[in-house]
């Protein structure tokens, strides 16, 4: 069996370095656009489910320990709605984090070719 030159290997090396270098930009706005965008919204729905956020909506008129007074209800409806508005402000704040990184995402790259090109310029 022929064992591959060193300058076969150079070559596949390359070529195939500069095809994916190329292809990047592509790759980073189509398919890894799609996959950030997906792994957002699971994060999203993740964040419901974390913070259990239907389960207090779906409850909310259930009275508490079974107490059936009037005061009971009252106040079993008044820690709820408290509960779930608390619990609206942690699923709107991991939301504006997933946003945030979501620009992150479109943005970072054209801050990293910038970045690349400028340190090159700087060292010339």
Do not use: H
Not at 52 to 73: H, I
Request: proline share 3%; charged share 10%.
């Amino acid at each position: 069996m022929n064992k591959p030159s060193a300058a076969l290997v150079a070559q596949y090396v390359l070529r195939d370095g500069l095809k994916e270098f190329v292809l990047l930009p592509i790759w980073w706005y189509s398919t890894g656009l799609l996959l950030m965008l997906q792994w957002f919204a699971s994060s999203i729905k993740g964040s419901v489910r974390f913070f259990a956020l239907d389960v207090w909506v779906k409850n909310l008129f259930v009275p508490m320990y079974g107490e059936s007074s009037f005061s009971g209800r009252l106040i079993s409806f008044g820690v709820r709605l408290f509960m779930i508005i608390v619990r609206s402000i942690g699923v709107a704040g991991l939301c504006v984090l997933v946003v945030a990184l979501a620009l992150l995402y479109l943005l970072g790259f054209p801050i990293l070719i910038i970045g690349i090109f400028g340190n090159l310029v700087g060292m010339i």
